[in-house]
């Protein structure tokens, strides 16, 4: 058997702590610049991807604001054209509008899309902090008792 000195032992154990530090640092290195990259594809793709939308979301809300504004002018007793000519026109508007968003956002998304890269594969980011509802069947069994 060999024995060593409390020196070699000593010795021993701060390299193999520093080799780990390395090691830490190393990995540590690695995943902030994953992290970097992932913030900028995150501000110059889903964010503005995002807004679009959104946008059109509330054009489509504003779309359908006009058509309940033209059927109000159709159904009054004398139909008001006035009201219903301007709402029609701020109703073909909002269509046009939220296309154009729309074909923006899409755009985006497919950019995103053929580049392959998602934040799917980080199992922390698309946690929801939610625990999973049980199956059916357990959910049944525990009303019961």
């Known amino acids: 058997m060999i024995r060593s000195s409390i020196r070699t032992k000593i010795l021993a154990i701060a390299v193999g702590m520093i ?4 090691i830490t640092a190393v990995l540590s290195l690695t995943l902030v610049t ?18 679009n939308l959104a946008r059109t979301d509330v054009r ?5 604001l006009a058509l309940r504004r033209m059927v109000i002018a159709k159904s009054r007793s004398p139909p008001d054209q006035a009201i219903f000519s301007t709402a029609r026109e701020v109703f073909d508007e ?13 755009a985006l998304i497919n950019g995103l899309i053929t580049q ?9 980011i698309g946690w929801s902090g939610r625990v999973p509802a049980p199956p059916a069947g357990e959910a049944s069994k525990a009303r019961r008792s």
């Open 60 to 64: 489509s809300l504003e779309r359908a």
């Open 34 to 51: 994953q992290v970097g990259h992932r913030l900028e594809q995150m501000t110059n793709s889903y964010i503005p991807a995002y807004g």
């Open 94 to 106: 909002k269509g046009a509008e939220a296309v154009r968003e729309a074909q923006s956002a899409r």
């Open 116 to 124: 392959g890269t998602s934040f799917a594969r980080c199992p922390l």
């Open 19 to 22: 080799v780990l530090m390395v």
